[in-house]
């Protein structure tokens, strides 16, 4: 199998789309996740954010970016069939290179806790799950309205 992983540009954004839209139990802002906001993210982290492209068609990506001094994953997915393979820990790699470029010391992420396939892969890979901390959110704009894809049990 040949994947290339490479930098993300806005030209990937329907085939990134495409594929957060067949993972299950995914959740889609309305204004982060449109174009737009990809645009926007992408402007503001030219080099960070990746995909895995095999045979023209986008089977992986990672929306990374950073604040100058902590990096963060957002939507790390991979297609379900092409799991196991390699591909997202390569991804991972990619975009921490990427982050250590822009010397940038430290990434997080934050994984939904029923999402037994993420937290697993990203405890295999060696991550840490901080348990020493909460996660506070407060949203800005209403409008910027969250769609779960459904899982499998929900069908």
């Not at 889609?28 to 095999?54: C, H, K, Q, W, Y």
């Not at 963060?72 to 990427?98: D, N, P, S, T, W």
């Amino acid at each position: 199998m040949d994947v290339q992983i490479r930098t993300m540009t806005i030209e990937d954004y329907e085939g990134v789309r495409d594929l957060w839209l067949t993972i299950e139990g995914f959740a889609l802002r309305s204004i982060d996740d449109s174009r737009e906001g990809v645009e926007r993210f992408l402007m503001r982290n030219p080099t960070t954010s990746v995909v895995a492209v095999l045979e023209g068609r986008i089977v992986g990506a990672i929306l990374c970016g950073h604040d100058g001094r902590r990096g963060c994953f957002y939507h790390v997915c991979v297609l379900k069939e092409y799991r196991k393979q390699g591909i997202g820990k390569a991804m991972v790699v990619r975009a921490m290179e990427a982050l250590r470029k822009e010397r940038i010391n430290k990434v997080s992420l934050i994984a939904f806790t029923k999402n037994d396939v993420g937290n697993s892969f990203w405890r295999g890979i060696g991550w840490t799950q901080r348990l020493d901390l909460n996660y506070y959110d407060f949203t800005l704009n209403k409008e910027n309205i969250i769609r779960y894809n459904k899982s499998s049990e929900d069908i």
